[in-house]
């Protein structure tokens, strides 16, 4: 897969801000979004089966992510759904089929109301839709994650997030993320996404009419109650929800053949 760029207005230090995306396949769209602290290589055993069975799939960087550019006035859910709509727009413009994570899937309850004609249908994935953090979490955050050690601890808390069964080729993926973060820029953007509150999304929750399916991993650590936050999720969204055994915050990448299992016939229908 070749990169490619999609220009938009919204950076702060020059005229245009980047974002990053690849795309696999023809078909209907459908547009990947990663969670923060990741790349839109997360999506890399999702990607080929949903390619395979007739999708055109693209997986896009998030602001100060990946091969993103990093100077952006708005690290928001807001912000990550105006890219998932541009994007929309430059690949053609019909209604696509968004499967968004953690953060990224308030990203997508955005822009489902936003533009409700350009989404036909959402898969939110471990979902960060509502809530925010509060003033002790927010310095807590800012001591841990901050440089010079903050894409290590980082590190050290997404291997969490995969409490079952890491990929073959997590220690490379891992290490190429501390890479990525280490560059001036991303683990700034990354604490910009942590601080920015989910109230743009949660919001909007009631004015949903997109069709939805909710995928979380039954040990998501990043959810006191992961089933309790799906079922709440999607009765919200009218819409449907699906625990996947034994996964974390990662399904799609920890257990990619049974996530595909369930998204496939969602987006079949």
Not at 82 to 107: E, F, K, R, T
Not at 246 to 254: I, K, L, N, T
Request: with cysteine; glycine share 10%.
């Amino acid at each position: 897969m070749t990169t490619q760029y999609l220009k938009t207005s919204d950076g702060t230090h020059s005229e245009y801000g980047s974002l990053a995306y690849d795309v696999t396949g023809n078909g209907p769209l459908v547009i990947c979004v990663p969670g923060m602290g990741d790349s839109r290589k997360v999506y890399r055993f999702l990607v080929p089966p949903l390619s395979e069975a007739g999708y055109r799939v693209a997986s896009m960087d998030l602001r100060g992510h990946g091969e993103s550019s990093t100077k952006w006035a708005d690290f928001s859910v807001a912000g990550i759904g105006s890219d998932i709509l541009a994007l929309i727009h430059y690949l053609g413009g019909d209604p696509a089929i968004v499967i968004g994570s953690s953060m990224a899937a308030g990203a997508a309850v955005w822009a489902a109301v936003e533009e409700p004609q350009s989404l036909r249908g959402m898969t939110l994935i471990g979902p960060f839709v509502r809530g925010g953090c509060g003033l002790l979490t927010n310095l807590m955050m800012t001591a841990m994650f901050s440089r010079p050690w903050g894409p290590a601890a980082w590190l050290a808390y997404y291997k969490k997030l995969y409490p079952t069964r890491k990929p073959d080729d997590f220690t490379t993926y891992s290490a190429s993320l501390r890479t990525n973060l280490s560059e001036p820029g991303r683990m700034e953007a990354l604490l910009a996404m942590l601080r920015a509150t989910k109230q743009a999304s949660e919001t909007r929750i009631p004015r949903v009419t997109t069709p939805a399916l909710v995928l979380m991993g039954s040990k998501d650590p990043d959810f006191k109650n992961p089933a309790g936050e799906a079922a709440w999720v999607a009765e919200a969204l009218r819409g449907e929800y699906r625990m996947i055994a034994d996964a974390g915050h990662y399904p799609h990448a920890e257990f990619p053949a049974q996530t595909a299992a369930l998204i496939l016939p969602f987006m079949n229908s």
